[in-house]
C-alpha cells in the first residue's frame, strides 16, 4: 500500500479524475474516514441511556443533547461545499477531522465542567456538528471533481458504508467498552482513532505545503470557485433542484432519526438483550447492501437504462421500502423479528448513496459540494426536528409506534416529490442542457 499514497499525493492537487491506483487509495482512506466520522457522531447515541441516569436526563433532555447536533451540522455544509469546490475537499476533510477528533477525545472532561451537565453536553454536540458538517459536502465535491462518471455510484456508496461500519464498530466496540468501562472511554476510543487517521493522511497523502496553502487562502480572503460562476437564480428555480434538496431532506432526517433512537428503543423494549447484538448487526447488514447498491446502479447504467431511472429506482428502495420495514418495527413484541426489521430498513436505506447523493452530483457536478451543501442543509435541519420530535412523541404517547410512524411519513414524502420532479438534465451548463 506503500507505494499508493506516496503517488496519489504527488497528484492530488492536480486537475482531471485520479487514476484507478489513486482512486483505490483515496477510496479506502475515504472510507475509514467515514467509519471514523460515524464512530465520534454514534458514541453519544450508544452512551444516552447511561448518561441520562447518570445526570438524570429525562427522554425530552436526552432528545435535546442528541439533536443538538444537527443544529451545528446544519451551519456549515453549505461552506463545506464551497470551500471543497474552491481548495481541494481532501483538505477540508482533514481539517475538520483534527478538530472533531479532539473534541471528542474531550467529551468527557467537558460532561463534568461544573454542574450544568446538560448545557455542556448541548453545546459540545453543537460544536461537533459544526465540525462534521463540512464533511460530506467536501465529499462530494471532491468525488465529482475526481471520480469518473462510469464508477462515481460505486466509489461514494462503497465510502458511504463507512457510516455503517463506523456505527457498527461503536455500536460493538462501544457497548463492550460501556460495560466493562463507563461512558466515557467510548468518546476516548473515537475520537483517539480519529487522531490517528488524520495522522496517517497527514504523512502518506497530504503534504505539509499544501495545507499550508489552502490555510493562507482562507485566511487572506473567501475562495473564489475554481469553475465557471454558475447562476445561482437559475438554479434554484429548477423543480429538479428543489426534488433534489427535498429527498435529501427526507432521507437525511429518516436515517438521523432511526441512528439517534433505535439503541434506546432495543435497551427499553428488550432489557435483557445485549447491546453489541443490536447496535452491530443492522450495520453489518447494511455494509453488503451498500456495496451492492452502487455495483448495481452503475452496472445498470452500463447495460443502457437512463441514469434518471436507476437513481429513481434507488430512491424507492432507499426511502419507500425501508420505511415499510420500519412500520413493523412497531408491531412486533419477537426480538428477532424486530432485529430482522432494523436491519432490513437500514439496509436498503444506503440505497439513497446510489440515489439522491449520485443525482446530485449528476445534476451539477461543477458545483456538486455546494448543492450538496445545501441539500444537506435541509437534511441537518429537519434532523434537529425529527430527532427532537421522536422523543417528544415517544414520551407524549408512551408508545414506539409513533416514531416510526414519524419516520415512514418523512420518507415517503421525500419519495413522491424526487418520482415528480427528479429529472434527467444538468442544471449547471447553461442553455446546452446535457441528458442523464
Known sequence: MQPGPDEA??????????????????TRTLLLGTCLLYCAR???????????????????????????????????????????????????????????????????????LGSAHLASMTCSRVLMGLLQGVYFPALTSLLSQKVRDSERAFTYSTVGTGSQVGTMVTGGVG???????????????SGGLTLLWVCYVYSY?????????????????????????????????????????????SSACAFFTLLSW???FFRETFPSSKGWIFNVVPWLVAIPASLFSGFLSDHLISHGYRTIVVRKFMQTMGLGLSSLFALCL?????????????SVSIGLQTFNHSGISVYIQDLAP???????????????????????LGGYVIET??????????????????????????????????PAHENL
Open 397 to 430: 404517547t408512551g408508545s414506539w409506534n409513533s416514531l416510526f410512524n414519524l419516520v415512514a411519513v418523512i420518507s415517503n414524502m421525500g419519495l413522491c416529490t424526487f418520482l415528480v420532479l427528479g429529472k434527467a438534465q444538468r442544471v449547471d451548463v447553461g
Open 42 to 112: 454514534v458514541s453519544m447515541s450508544v452512551c444516552a441511556a447511561s448518561m441520562s441516569q447518570d445526570f438524570g436526563w429525562s427522554k425530552t433532555e436526552a432528545g435535546v443533547v442528541l439533536s443538538s447536533f444537527f443544529w451545528g451540522y446544519c451551519l456549515t455544509q453549505v461552506v463545506g461545499g464551497h470551500l471543497g469546490d474552491c481548495i481541494g475537499g481532501e483538505k477540508v476533510i482533514l481539517l475538520s477531522a483534527t478538530a472533531w477528533g479532539l473534541i471528542t477525545a474531550a467529551t468527557p472532561l467537558l460532561a463534568h
Open 9 to 26: 499525493r504527488r497528484d492530488t492537487a492536480q486537475d482531471g479524475p485520479w487514476s484507478r491506483l489513486e482512486c483505490q487509495v483515496w
Open 330 to 342: 412497531g408491531h412486533t413484541s419477537s426480538f428477532c423479528k424486530s432485529m430482522v426489521f432494523a
Open 366 to 388: 461543477s458545483c456538486a459540494g455546494f448543492l450538496f451543501g445545501v441539500a444537506n442543509t435541509a437534511g441537518a435541519l429537519a434532523g434537529v426536528v425529527g430527532v427532537y
Open 175 to 189: 457497548s463492550l467498552l460501556l460495560d466493562w468501562y463507563g461512558w466515557p472511554s467510548v468518546f476516548y476510543f
Open 205 to 249: 497523502l497530504l503534504s505539509k505545503g499544501d495545507l499550508l496553502m489552502a490555510l493562507g487562502t482562507l485566511a487572506r480572503s473567501p475562495p473564489v470557485a475554481r469553475h465557471t460562476k454558475v447562476p445561482w437564480r437559475q438554479l434554484f428555480r429548477k423543480p429538479a433542484v428543489w426534488a433534489a434538496v427535498f429527498s435529501q431532506l
Open 262 to 264: 433505535l439503541p434506546t
